[in-house]
């Protein structure tokens, strides 16, 4: 016996009903597939290196997990790591795991280590200019050091970075080609200190957790001064 013509409009409303539920879900899937890969990503910030900037909760400063934050992925899409960002990034030597550290020295710079200050030479500052590095704790501010295997000049390469904890007194960074420096000698591998552009997951945007945490991680400015290094 045929069908009536209700019931095969019914089973046309039914199927489109269907196909609208399976399209929107695919759609929002898709939206944050994305967004996930090409815009912003939540991440887990884990140890002590980037104290007092990230990971202290409650006036402590984590050694496990702490705070969560949002990655900017989309910025580097668009525009070249800038100085003072803090980027999440996993190094040359390792695909295993993933840093957080803050971009000091930039493409064709030299970075120089002493008396406890970072020096920047380049187009600008040909005999070196002092970074002034006001979100450095009192703890590590005027006390950055390299370690015994390591350089205290780094010349950047072009299209890399040089990238430090701002926890220094703590941090495995660029100083020590991003490994133990009681395991390995730096200065022999002095390519692995430096981070490409490719290597680098996104830059760190908005921290949401713990909630009472909540805010944006600003830019800091430098006030680059004229005066080279004291030998």
Sequence with gaps: MPKSNIQINMNKKHLLWILDIVLNVTIILGTVLLTYTFLIAPFDISGPSMCDTLNLVDDKCQREFGEKII???????????????????????????????????????????????????????PK????????????????????????????????????????RAVSTDSRSCFQSPYQINCSEQVDNAFVTKDLMEGKAWFAFWPLSNMRHIDQPEYLELTSPPAK
């Design 71 to 125: 990655l900017n992925k989309a910025s580097y899409l668009i525009s070249e790591p800038e100085r003072g960002d803090i980027i999440v990034f996993k190094p040359k030597h390792s695909d295993e795991k993933y840093f957080i550290k803050r971009i000091i020295g930039l493409p064709g710079e030299t970075v120089e280590i002493l008396n406890g200050e970072v020096y920047i030479t380049n187009e600008e500052n």
């Design 128 to 167: 070196g200019t002092k970074l002034e590095e006001t979100y450095l704790n009192s703890t590590n501010n005027g006390k950055t050091k390299t370690h015994q295997n390591s350089p205290k000049v780094f010349q950047v390469p072009e299209d890399e970075y040089f990238a430090m904890g701002d926890n």
